[in-house]
């Protein structure tokens, strides 16, 4: 059985006269009868009660009416879905985010602007470390993550990772600190202080980025303490324990105790990165890989 039976079947039950369904369907009325005479052998059920003047559903025909509605109704839906899954307007993108990520107003614009052009999409947010995120992406477990450019760790066989901004770093400190009289800092100026960071197993980008730009301007830095997140990290340089150094979208965190001062270095930057699969072929994905990749091009 085929759905044009059902609806060939349909079409003579409604008009009752295979003249005028024959017509209706556009098709002739041999072809259209032996298609239903087809039906009625496979199914093993006489469908209409036919004489030379009048054509009428049996007992069987009625019953069978009904479920034939809902079965090409069901196919029409599942066609339906099949084009919006194609284009992309429905579907569920899982994406990943640092919490410095989640900071940047940038970030949370996109979820919010995504979210608001395209309801029938189901956006899974998932806070999670940048190699974490890479490793997700990798096992399928993750579609998209926003994270930071890792200098210890090469991208997955398959995972693309592209710059779609950049962040100043700048430095966080006690406000009643000497540094925070400054309108800006040097990063020589910090080569003595004691540093409150995030250990090595967490949000390595920046700190590598961090460490790295530190190295370059000649010292190490001393780490004291170290905190999980970007809040904690704050907070602790609230409580005077040491400065540290932060991209500057950490400037949202409003925090009594806590000053934040752009640093005088040309390459004193931290890269936000969009990585995902090469070969993803799911168009809700994609469409949301286009819809970052132009928020990123207007804010540039």
């Known amino acids: 059985?085929?759905?044009?039976?059902?609806k060939y079947f349909v079409v003579v039950a409604e008009e009752l006269s295979f003249?005028?369904?024959a017509a209706r369907l556009r098709i002739s009325q041999p072809p259209l009868t032996a298609q239903i005479h087809t039906l009625e052998e496979?199914?093993?059920l006489q469908l209409f009660n036919r004489t030379k003047h009048k054509v009428e559903l049996t007992r069987a025909g009625e019953v069978f009416l009904a479920e034939a509605r809902l079965t090409l109704s069901q196919a029409q839906r599942t066609r339906k879905l099949a084009s919006q899954l194609a284009s992309g307007s429905i579907g569920e993108v899982r994406v990943g985010f640092t919490?410095?990520?989640a900071l940047n107003p940038v970030i949370p614009r996109i979820f919010y602007n995504f979210r608001t052009e395209?309801?029938?999409i189901n956006l899974v947010l998932q806070e999670m470390l940048s190699a974490h995120q890479l490793e997700c992406l990798s096992s399928n477990q993750l579609d998209v993550g926003f994270c930071r450019e890792l200098i210890s760790m090469a991208p997955p066989p398959g995972v693309k990772?592209?710059?779609i901004m950049q962040e100043r770093f700048i430095a966080v400190v006690n406000s009643q600190h000497r540094l925070a009289k400054h309108g800006a800092i040097s990063l020589k100026a910090c080569a003595d202080e004691p540093f409150v960071s995030f250990p090595r197993t967490r949000d390595a980008g920046v700190w590598e980025k961090a460490m790295a730009l530190c190295e370059k301007t000649g010292f190490k830095p001393r780490v004291v303490q170290e905190a999980n997140g970007v809040i904690g990290i704050v907070g602790l340089v609230a409580s005077g324990i040491g400065i540290s150094i932060l991209p500057e979208s950490v400037k949202s965190v409003a925090l009594e105790g806590v000053v934040y001062r752009p640093l005088r270095h040309p390459d004193a930057v931290v890269p936000l990165m969009l990585a995902f699969r090469q070969s993803e072929n799911a168009a809700a994905v994609s469409r949301f890989v286009a819809h970052v990749r132009k928020a990123v091009v207007s804010q540039a």
């Open 1 to 6: 059985m085929e759905l044009r039976h059902l």
């Open 118 to 120: 395209n309801p029938a």
């Open 19 to 21: 003249t005028k369904a």
């Open 161 to 163: 990772i592209e710059r």
């Open 99 to 101: 919490v410095s990520a």
């Open 42 to 44: 496979e199914l093993e």
